[in-house]
């Protein structure tokens, strides 16, 4: 099993930056791909961005151009740089794992808010 944990949330206000973290244990980091999606309250989880082993990413239509996804292999890390953010921005952001036998995992999320 792999294991997640997200940190880096926090409150910030509109136009402002955050970086997410999340960190992967358990398998071979370097050939899963990895996500970040979000959910707001009362509002289903969306995709927020998808890197793959090979680091093609996607992005949702909601944050292309404003959020950039990365990894580290050495570290098993995935990161989620968040600039010019917008209080719709604001929900519970939570890393995901997927792996070539089809095992998925979620972490326990982190809060983001955009609010003056």
């Known amino acids: 099993q792999v294991q997640l944990v997200e940190s880096g949330g926090g409150l910030v206000q509109p136009g402002g930056s955050l970086r997410l973290s999340c960190a992967a244990s358990g398998g071979i980091f370097s050939i899963y791909v990895m996500g970040w999606y979000r959910q707001a309250p009362g509002k289903q989880r969306e995709l927020v961005a998808v890197i793959t082993s090979a680091n093609s990413t996607t992005y949702g239509d909601a944050v292309k151009g404003r959020f950039t996804i990365s990894r580290d292999n050495a570290k098993n890390m995935v990161y989620l740089q968040m600039n010019s953010l917008k209080p719709e921005d604001t929900a519970v952001y939570y890393c995901?794992?997927?792996?070539?036998?089809?095992?998925?995992?979620w972490g326990q999320g982190t809060q983001v808010t955009v609010s003056t």
């Open positions: 995901n794992v997927r792996t070539p036998v089809g095992y998925m995992n």
